[in-house]
Structures are given as C-alpha cells and as structure tokens.
C-alpha cells in the first residue's frame, strides 16, 4: 500500500477503535480466509466466576480456596481474579488468606501458577494451581465433581498441595453477546473460524457449539497455538489470522499473518499483536478487517 493508504486505513482504524501497528497489517487483512479464535476472554467474556470448589476427603474448603488464592494474586491469569475475589468474600476463606504469604510465586502461560505458601505455625507448603493432566490422581468424588463442571461448560483447575491434588475449582464464564454476529461476519468474508485454546475438551466444546465452530483445538499449550498457525498458513489456503488476549497467545500472534490483541488483556499480547482492538470486543474484528479491505480498494 502506499504511504497515503495507510495513513488513511490507520486514522480510520484509530476512530473504530482499532490500533494499526504495521502496514503489513493493513496488507495482510486482504488475504485472511482463516482465523483462529482464543477461547478465554477473546470469545468469552474473561470476568470469570468460581462456581465450584470440590475438595478432597479429610481436606477443608476453605482452606484449599485460601490457599489457591494466595497463589493465584501473583497470576495475571482470568481464574486468578475470580479465585482471589471469591476467597475475599467468604469470610473463613477470608481470614485464612490474610495469614498466609506466598513465596517464589511461577506463572506458567497456559498451565497455571505455583508458590510456596508459609503458614505462621506450621511447615510451608507448595502449592500449584493448574489444568488438570491426564496422570492426575484424583478423589473418585472430586473426580465426578470435575466431570460434572467440565460437562456444564466450566473451565476446571486443580489445586496442588504438596504434590497431590487436594481440591478442584470450576470456573465459569460467559459468551460474550457480540460473539454470534461477529462470527457471521467474519464468515461473511469468507474467514473460516478455528478455536484454540489451552482448556480442556468439554469447556472448547461448549463455546464451539453454541457458536457453530466446528473446528476445535482444546488443551493446546502456547507452542502449540504457535504451531497451530504454522500449520494453517502451510496449507496455503489464504492468511491465517489470529486473535487473543494471554500471554499463552503471544508466540501465535506474533506467528500469524495478522496478529490482533484484545485491548483488554494483558501487556505482552498487546506488544504482540499487529493490530490492537483497543475495546476488547470481537465484533470490532470484521469491522476492522473490512476497513482494512475497503481502504486498499479505494486508493489503489
Ligand atoms: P486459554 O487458551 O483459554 O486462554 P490458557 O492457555 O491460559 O487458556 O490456560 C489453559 C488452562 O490452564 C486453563 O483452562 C486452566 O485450567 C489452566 N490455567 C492457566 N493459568 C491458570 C491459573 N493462573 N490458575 C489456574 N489454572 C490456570
Ligand atoms: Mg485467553
């Protein structure tokens, strides 16, 4: 494009709320014909919810909350603020979790987040709270409970005490409104929609399926996304565009041929991104991508 085309796609781009960080973004949105879609705060709304704490025989829920929580304040993760919200607001949780301090405290991007947790009068403890894995070892109750949750849509995460797992918290979260008509749109343009994300099976399922995706990459870890879009792009069948919010998104969206960061998430994925939807909100997305079009036509 000339300097005047991208001068003019990125002040139009700037008053729908859409930041424009290369011409190559501009360029590029012409030949998308694939978008892969994040599922947590891209196609949802992000402001989760605990909806379920399930714990382990002999282990106490509140206990097992307030110590997720005092991991989870060192996590820019979704689930860190709804887990931290709600271990502030029931009041034995709540108490609890004034008396601990978390230590060493590890975020791993699309796993979870670990710390050793000191207790005034007893031994420190190391706590992770993460997806749960396939050679997990889990109390037949808090098995069934995770099950459940998985099977109502939730986003379910283990909590690690000492190596085993002690509790499980389902954490629910909404469609965002606009999600529908942005995926119309988009497929209006002839972009074909393709869900990553690093939840598992059953969560991807519930969002894909309400909102007719059929192409679904559940458990994916941020490499994998990464590769995700390799793999797309090599089988030449146009652009591969992707859009995310997490840190867990920032290899893939560097990766893709158009890279757009949700507004709303987190410092790296907007670092990452070609394009910033400074709104957070996914409908912005064809509207953005068909500006970029139109832009093109006319001043070439
Ligand atoms: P998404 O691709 O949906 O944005 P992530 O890749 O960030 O999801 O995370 C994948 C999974 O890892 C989550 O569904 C959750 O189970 C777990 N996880 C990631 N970060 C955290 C955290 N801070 N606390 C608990 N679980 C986490
Ligand atoms: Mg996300």
Redesign the pocket.
């Known amino acids: 494009a000339t300097p005047t085309a991208i001068m003019v796609g990125t002040g139009r781009g700037a008053e729908l709320g859409v930041l424009i960080r290369s011409a190559e973004a501009l360029e590029a949105s012409r030949a998308i014909r694939t978008i892969v879609l994040?599922?947590?705060?891209t196609l949802t709304t992000g402001a989760m919810t605990l909806r379920d704490v399930a714990v382990a025989p002999g282990a106490d829920r509140a206990e097992i909350l307030a110590l997720a929580a005092a991991v989870?304040r060192g996590?820019e993760?979704p689930?860190?603020r709804a887990?931290v919200g709600a271990a502030e607001s029931e009041a034995d949780a709540a108490a609890l979790l004034q008396t601990l301090t978390a230590e060493g405290t590890a975020?791993r991007?699309?796993?979870?987040?670990s710390a050793t947790v000191a207790t005034p009068g007893r031994a420190a403890r190391e706590v992770t709270?993460?997806?749960?894995e396939a050679d997990d070892v889990l109390d037949d109750a808090v098995a069934a409970a995770a099950a459940r949750s998985g099977d109502e849509g939730a986003?379910?995460?283990a909590v690690v005490v000492d190596g085993a797992v002690l509790g499980v918290l389902a954490l629910g979260d909404a469609i965002r409104p606009e999600s529908a008509g942005a995926l119309a749109a988009l497929r209006r343009l002839g972009i074909r929609p393709v869900l990553?994300?690093?939840?598992?099976a059953p969560?991807a399922w519930h969002v894909a399926r309400a909102l007719g995706i059929d192409e679904v990459h559940a458990g994916?870890s941020?490499e994998d996304k990464l590769r995700l879009v390799e793999a797309l792009q090599a089988e030449g069948a146009g652009g591969v565009a992707m859009a995310?919010d997490?840190i867990?998104?920032t290899a893939a969206l560097a990766a893709a041929d158009l890279g757009i960061a949700m507004g709303t998430g987190t410092d790296a994925a907007m670092a990452s991104g070609d394009m910033v939807v400074s709104d957070g909100s996914i409908a912005t997305i064809p509207t953005a991508i068909r500006l970029a079009r139109a832009t093109l036509r006319t001043i070439r």
């Not at 709270?129 to 749960?132: K, N």
Request: aromatic residues 0%; negative net charge.
């Open positions: 994040d599922k947590t705060g989870e996590s993760h689930i860190a887990v975020a991007a699309g796993s979870g987040v709270v993460r997806r749960i986003t379910v995460s990553a994300t690093g939840d598992a969560a994916v941020p995310g997490g867990n998104d």
